[in-house]
């Protein structure tokens, strides 16, 4: 059984950093580029980022472009969005997901997803 953990979020101050995990089991981790999503009350899960299976590469939505980083450790089979110069905007439920090989912002490409953590920024 696939299982995708999220932990990190939490309750921080506009300008703070936060940096959430995402650890997969049941599935072969370095296989899988992975993503992060978010979801505010009342609106569509959004894409935030992603990374490719090796970590070679990685995409990121505007809206966070230059204050978020993706990164990977298949070492330690763990995912990380490494959030910086937080806003009230950024304030959501953060999901990370799984997805075989290639790597997408398409929210629909995903095969795995996570509970969700949540992110709250005061402003």
């Known amino acids: 059984q696939v299982q995708l953990v999220e932990s990190g979020g939490g309750l921080v101050q506009a300008g703070d950093s936060l940096r959430l995990s995402c650890a997969p089991s049941g599935l072969t981790f370095s296989n899988y580029a992975m993503g992060w999503f978010r979801q505010a009350p009342g609106k569509e899960r959004e894409f935030v980022a992603a990374?490719?299976?090796?970590?070679?590469?990685?995409i990121y939505a505007e809206s966070v472009r230059g204050r978020f980083t993706i990164s990977r450790d298949n070492a330690k089979n763990t995912v990380y969005l490494q959030m910086n110069s937080l806003k009230a905007e950024d304030t959501a439920v953060y999901y990370c997901?799984?997805?075989?090989?290639?790597?997408?912002?398409?929210?629909?490409?995903?095969?795995?997803w996570g509970q969700g953590t949540q992110v709250t920024v005061s402003s």
């Open positions: 997901a799984a997805k075989y090989r290639v790597y997408s912002d398409n929210y629909y490409s995903y095969d795995y």
């Open positions: 990374i490719s299976w090796r970590g070679g590469s990685t």
